[in-house]
């Protein structure tokens, strides 16, 4: 579960980066995406962690917390850039 956790978060960043290296906005705004998909997979990751007790509830809070707070920027950023003139 860990290691699929981490590959999710590993691979929302990446294509946050190969998304910024692309020449059109569309282009960037396709990489990112699938950034918020692979985001919705680690929030779906980290609930299950959660309910199978592999992680405090404390520590679920946090980081449920911090994933809501990516979600909302990653998906504000995509509306900003999908409303350019």
């Given at each position: 579960?860990q290691?699929q956790?981490?590959r ?5 960043a ?9 020449r059109t906005?569309?282009e960037?705004v ?7 998909g ?7 990751l980290?609930n299950?962690a ?5 992680v405090?509830a ?6 449920q917390?911090?994933?809501?707070d990516?979600?909302?920027?990653l998906?504000?950023?995509?509306a900003?850039?999908?409303n350019?003139?």
């Amino acid at each position: 579960m860990q290691a699929q956790i981490r590959r999710a978060a590993i691979s929302a960043a990446t294509n946050i980066v190969e998304g910024c290296a692309r020449r059109t906005t569309r282009e960037y705004v396709q990489f990112l995406n699938v950034a918020n998909g692979s985001t919705a997979e680690a929030g779906y990751l980290l609930n299950v962690a959660g309910r199978l007790g592999l992680v405090s509830a404390a520590v679920e809070v946090e980081l449920q917390m911090r994933y809501g707070d990516l979600t909302k920027g990653l998906q504000r950023l995509i509306a900003s850039l999908e409303n350019e003139p």
